[in-house]
């Protein structure tokens, strides 16, 4: 579902957009504007994706590693 919205651009970029939209096969100006932003989104995801794994790992550096064995830490395993 397409939801519309008010996008604004500089008047250089428009200008190119309305002579280019038609030599590279667009339907129409919305659907050149429509990919643009759209690859600009997939481009920023990624980053934030980046972002979210280099925090994340910067975190589990400064926690302190929990003992998985430390319940069954003073048994004796050879007398069992």
Request: aromatic share 8%; glycine share 4%; charged share 35%.
């Amino acid at each position: 579902m397409l939801v519309q919205t008010k996008v604004q651009i500089e008047k250089e970029s428009f200008d190119f957009i309305k002579k280019a939209y038609k030599q590279l096969n667009y339907g129409s100006l919305s659907e050149y504007i429509r990919d643009a932003v759209q690859a600009k989104i997939q481009q920023d995801r990624g980053i934030m994706r980046e972002i979210k794994r280099a925090a994340a790992m910067e975190m589990l550096g400064d926690a302190d590693p929990d003992n998985v064995f430390e319940s069954i830490e003073g048994d004796e395993f050879e007398n069992r």
